[in-house]
């Protein structure tokens, strides 16, 4: 396994990463505009879920693949991408939902939640496992931090990428929950929730975009 040194540097160089305005943090700022803390921390998890997958991939070498074949690395970004521009149409198309729940659930109407939670947590493991930055970046970080001596070197790579996930499940749930928070002041005025929708919406389908154009 690394050595104290090598995970000392690893998780700070992870921890730098993280913070950095990407795809995951966009995604989970969207979705607690769109739908809510519950749905956000749930998409949250779901993200780490996939991005896991992607380490394991790396680990057992599919992830050098990707990075190697132009073709495999356009497809996985076009269905990512694809994705994520689709969830951001979705929330568009249907911004006021948020509303009428909230006008229902004050007249005692009641009213269904925005997702189930296993369709949030889909939602979310689908944009980790398609996003082909996350990939291409641990193909050429993670090795870094491995140490040939003591080897197993995929299973130190699956160590690494378990660390990568938790710490991006922690820091992208407080910018959720900060996210909500806003949400909640808007909508002590009920009609601007379907601006606060229309605003996640556009932000994921900028998102989706921002993937499909940028350079390998």
């Known amino acids: 396994m690394p050595d104290l040194h090598q995970w000392g540097a690893f998780l700070l160089a992870s921890l730098l990463f ?23 921390l749930l998409s949250v998890v779901g993200n780490g879920a996939g991005v896991f997958v992607q380490v394991v991939l790396v680990a057992v070498g599919l992830g050098a693949v990707v990075a190697a074949s132009a073709t495999a690395y356009t497809v996985v970004k076009l269905v990512g991408a694809a994705y994520v521009v689709y969830l951001g149409i979705q929330a568009v198309r249907h911004r006021a939902d948020a509303r009428r729940a909230l006008e229902d ?65 922690v820091s992208d749930s407080v910018w959720a929950l900060a996210a909500s928070r806003a949400r909640a002041w808007f909508a002590r005025r009920p009609t601007r929730l379907d601006r606060l929708g229309a605003t996640g919406g556009v932000m994921m389908v900028g998102l989706g975009a921002s993937i499909l154009v940028a350079d390998r």
Do not use: C, E, W, Y
Request: proline share 8%.
């Open 18 to 40: 993280i913070q950095l305005p990407g795809p995951s943090l966009l995604f989970t700022i969207g979705r607690a505009l769109t739908v809510g803390r519950r749905d956000a």
């Open 105 to 169: 659930a004050t007249t005692g109407a009641g009213a269904a939640p925005v997702g189930s939670p296993l369709s949030a947590l889909r939602i979310g493991a689908l944009v980790g496992v398609t996003n082909p930055k996350t990939l291409v970046f641990f193909v050429a970080f993670l090795p870094q931090f491995t140490n040939p001596s003591a080897g197993g070197t995929g299973l130190q790579v699956a160590a690494l990428g378990l660390a990568f996930a938790a710490m991006a499940v």
